[in-house]
């Protein structure tokens, strides 16, 4: 299946010049153009904006309900307990939906090797044909795609047992939905809707992919600096053998889509 191709496709103005020619005349007689002003969307946007409450709330720790403090919560330097439980419950979010969305990507791997024969190169031979940067992680080596798309499903999913854990020995109810839970989980509908899509090729579903993947490098980055911070070594720790996992998973998914886009470049248009 090939992302590309030509079709009849009528939403550019280049298909009808001399149509495009009568709807603007028409513009000009009927309704001459005026310039536009937004300031009544601005002022509209600010009202809300001043009258908005917040996308939802920190629960208090579980610890604290039952009336003790435990140690790591009462243990954070330097920043916010609410500020982090809202930070790992945000991982814990993405991680949660990290997982289902390789889940949904094995199964567009599986059926598109089904019909086209097998659709992905082997991870490590990524490396060598794109001439990408640096040599073909370790872990790769000797995997099938289909095994490197389940091993990394499930390092999603040992990272949101990870920080749900994390979570409960702070104190916290990884449960919980926090703000920036929702708010993360809000942001990433599209690339769900993008996967699910049973029109969308390997090439696109693996774009999707690419933008979780460097949102979640960027995520496990701030929450290892905000542990480390917060003078919870053990914490940093394991979020920094998260964040080299997830840096694999970067370089693998942009090694695949290179691979496949230039492939898709190299074939001659029918
Ligand atoms: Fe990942």
Redesign the pocket.
């Known amino acids: 299946m090939e992302a590309t191709t030509p079709g009849h496709n009528r939403t550019g103005a280049a298909v009808s010049p001399s149509e495009i020619q009568r709807m603007q005349d028409a513009v000009n007689t009927l309704s001459p153009p005026t310039p536009i002003s937004t300031r009544q969307f601005d002022t509209e946007r600010l009202a809300y904006i001043a009258d908005a409450d917040n996308v939802g709330s920190i629960p208090p720790p579980a610890s604290l309900v039952k009336g003790t403090l435990k140690k790591g919560l009462a243990r954070l330097k330097g920043v916010s307990p609410n500020l982090f439980l809202d930070k790992l419950g945000e991982r814990i979010a993405f991680e949660r939906t990290?997982t289902r969305l390789y889940d949904a990507l094995i199964s567009k791997y599986l059926a598109l090797s089904n019909a086209e024969g097998d659709v992905l190169p082997p991870a490590e031979s990524v490396f060598d044909a794109a001439g990408l940067p640096g040599e073909a992680p370790a872990s790769a080596a000797g995997e099938t795609p289909l095994e490197t798309l389940r091993r990394?499903r499930a390092?999603?999913l040992g990272?949101f047992r990870m920080l749900c854990d994390s979570t409960t020995q702070l104190g916290g109810d990884p449960t919980a939905q926090t703000p920036c839970a929702d708010v993360i989980a809000t942001a990433s509908m599209g690339l769900v809707q993008v996967i699910s899509d049973p029109r969308t090729t390997m090439a696109q579903s693996l774009n999707a992919i690419l933008t979780?993947?460097l949102t979640?490098n960027a995520g496990w980055e701030l929450l290892e600096e905000l542990a480390e911070e917060a003078g919870q070594s053990d914490l940093a720790d394991r979020f920094s053998q998260a964040l080299g996992?997830?840096q694999e998973?970067?370089a693998i998914v942009s090694g695949w889509l290179r691979t496949l886009v230039t492939d898709e470049a190299g074939t001659p248009a029918v």
Do not use: V, Y
Request: aromatic share 0%; net charge negative.
């Open positions: 990290g990394i390092e999603e990272h979780a993947e979640d996992a997830e998973h970067l």
